[in-house]
């Protein structure tokens, strides 16, 4: 670490998001900065997948201003720096498609129009596959696979782009405890080597001790933002943010603590009602 | 038979199996995007939009195959946008062209003062009665689609396989969509000839239905279901022009039984290689249980004792009625 404040990677300031005219993220300001790893965390609809949406550009912003690697969002054409992991039930279409095929297509960012693989792409497939252990099943049809071995597969698909950015929407959900612990360390060699990583996530796992800053969402807004928090912690987070801005950085306690100050009390549209 | 070879020579016959080799290669290259995109039966859609082309070449005099093309394109590009900004889903949009297409055309024929027997050339095909610019025109758009599906093949997979993957990765997945709508309308024109517009998308679906019965992958889908289609084409083309010595035998329907045929004896073959695979996947290696031997074992498990051998670990497993043995020194274990 070298440089104090490393660059913004991720910026989105007064972000807002409209689904069918209806208001689903409201004024969210979030800065990802070079080698975050950030969790994203945040009950069942509280916008987590569609803010992860906004920033890859697939919801379009109704409002504020999004900036990706310092670059405007709309004129930012380098696709190749950026890697997602869909929140998806499988990896299965009409027509069979193999794994190693599915995982090819994470190279496409790096190909040119009606080139063939060139070896480095072959390479970074065959080291996708063996990072997320199916390189023995890479001649299958996905439909043959599990749902959590499908999970996998998207995984390696993100993996093989080699990206600098990664976006993963609840990459373990339905992964197994060992291949959780596989993932993790992967994302740890990642995140060593540089690389930013947006995780949604309920339950971290055994990525618990990467993560260095936890990000919660409630109702579409950002409730905190701050050092990483446990699971059980999450949903009462909202109450720790006011703390964290009154005290500055602050760790966080291991049982959220009952407090009656008067900030949460005066917002009481905040307030628990789930 | 030497009528029969005499009849092969006639520069009609050769000019008709010409057609049948392009439509037989091109309609499955597109089909097959289709297939992967669960919308196997837009080829029938189009294909009932172009009938309203034709009509309107055969009111204005225009060629009814360009008249075709253009009006199959809109059809398939308001398809394409139908579906894309959710106001019905897909299957809605292609009934409402279906209807409309059709309806259309026969009402236009009508204006047109044309007879059904016209309009029927395009419905049911007649590649017997092509002509030279009607052959050109069949080889230079099918080699068109071809060289796209095959070409554009890394790119098209993955905008069907995964939207919303593809946009992150960069692809212009509107584009890619449009593009596949209007090679779609372009194969359907192409084969309006050969099988036509009414049994055009069974040239599309049938050939990938069959090849992926016995495949994994898609590229291999692609291959088989185009080498499929060529053979259903020409082969129903000369199955007809035999038969035709013995009664009216129309290439269309031929072609398309053919193909049919083909699905049915891949059928039970696809379901016995499927069985087969996945009997003979090796076992995973697993830390695994208690020791468990059987009593008495009264068979001897060996390499032609006709028990599925299975690779697992540093041994075999023999597989029957539902237990896994491997040679345990004298005995053997349950695994
Ligand atoms: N395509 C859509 N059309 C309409 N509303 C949507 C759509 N996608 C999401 N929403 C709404 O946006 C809100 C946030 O959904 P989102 O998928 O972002 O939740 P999430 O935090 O990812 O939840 P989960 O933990 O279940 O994945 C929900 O209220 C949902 O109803
Ligand atoms: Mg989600």
Redesign the interface.
Known sequence: MTDPTPEPVVELRNGAVAIAGRPILRHIDLTVRSGEFVALMGANGSGKSTLV?AL???WPLANGSLQLFGTPFGSF?D??R?G?V?Q?GG?A??????V???V???R??H?R??RPLARADRAAIAEALDVVGLAHRS???VS?LSGGQQQRV?IA?ALA?DPELF?LDEPTAGVDLPNQQVLADTLATLSSRGATIVLVAHELGPMAPLIDRAVVMRDGRVAYDGPPLASEQVATAHLHEHELHEHGHHHHHAEPERHDHAPHIASPIEGDHR | MSDYLDLLGLPFMQRAILAAVFTGLAAPAIG?YL????M?LMGDGIGHVAVTGVAIGLLTGASPTWTAVLVAIAGAIAIEVIRERGHANGDVALALLFYGGLAGGVLITGLANESGGRLNTYLFGSITTISVDDVLAVMVLAAVVVAICV??A??L??V???Q????????NVRFYNLLVAVLAAVSVTVAMRTVGLLLVSALMVVP?ATS?QL?????T?LTAAMLLGTLASVGGLLLSAYLSAHARVAPGPTIVLLALAGFALAWPAGVLLRRRRRLRQPFPVVASAAHQTIDVHPHEHGDDCGHVAVPHGDHVDYVHDGHRHAAHGRHYDEH
């Open positions: 949406r890859t550009g697939l054409h696709w190749r950026v997602f869909p998806r990896a279409s009409g027509v069979p498609a193999s190693w095929e599915v090819a297509s994470g496409l960012t190909r129009l009606l001649r299958e049809s043959a998207l698909r782009g976006f | 097959t297939v992967q995109r669960r196997a070409g554009l890394p790119q997979f993955a069907a396989q995964d919303e993957f593809a946009r992150v990765a960069g692809l990938v992926q495949t994994r992958s898609f590229r889908t």
